[in-house]
């Protein structure tokens, strides 16, 4: 399992694991947009974790918290920060989990995969969420791309919605930078 840290776009994110360490936290003031997204409570799978830096805020809106990424390193650094996290390494696109996640949380992760890694990740998502699971996510959106603008990774903000929900998810709300999906 070694060789797992390396995204469709080439980028080993064992190497940038320490890089992550400057930007630990995120802003958990109630003026982030993430507060004002409708939560449901219940487990929550943090998808591409790194280091845990979202644990904290998924927690402070209700989630208990388990953490998922290829890179070993990054995982180690996590377990120091956050002492008692589940934390899991594996592949995205192979997900060893049953259906008992509620929420599903990818941020700035798909954009490093080609459509069709992107779409195995997305049937992952669908597999592991309950039922009207829910899949909250934040991307790169270039907004000065006309609409059907790819450049085979990333979309302006309509084209993220129309492939999402091309793969079986309902748009409940967009907060900018965050897209809130309903798993269908």
């Known amino acids: 399992m070694e ?3 390396t995204s469709d776009d080439g980028i080993d994110w064992d190497k940038h694991a320490e890089d992550a360490l400057d930007f630990s936290e995120i802003d958990r003031s109630k003026d982030n947009p993430f507060f004002q997204l409708k939560h449901v409570g219940g487990l929550v799978l943090d998808v591409g974790c790194s280091i845990g830096r979202w644990k904290r805020l998924l927690e402070d809106v209700g989630y208990e918290y388990v953490g998922v990424d290829q890179s070993r390193k990054a995982l180690q650094l996590g377990k120091k920060l956050h002492s008692n996290t589940n934390f899991v390494r594996a592949y995205v696109q192979k997900l060893p989990f049953q259906p008992c ?5 990818s941020i700035a992760m798909l954009q490093h995969q080609n459509h069709d890694t992107k779409r195995i990740m997305l049937k992952q998502f669908r597999q592991i969420l309950k039922p009207n699971g829910h899949l909250i996510m934040s991307e790169a959106t270039y907004k000065d791309k006309p609409d059907g603008w790819t450049d085979g990774r990333g979309f302006n903000i309509n084209g993220w919605v129309k492939f999402i929900t091309d793969e079986g998810y309902e ?3 967009y907060l900018e930078p965050y897209f809130h999906f309903r798993r269908l």
Request: proline share 0%.
């Open 3 to 5: 060789a797992l840290a």
């Open 101 to 105: 996640f509620n929420l599903v949380v």
């Open 171 to 173: 748009l409940i709300e």
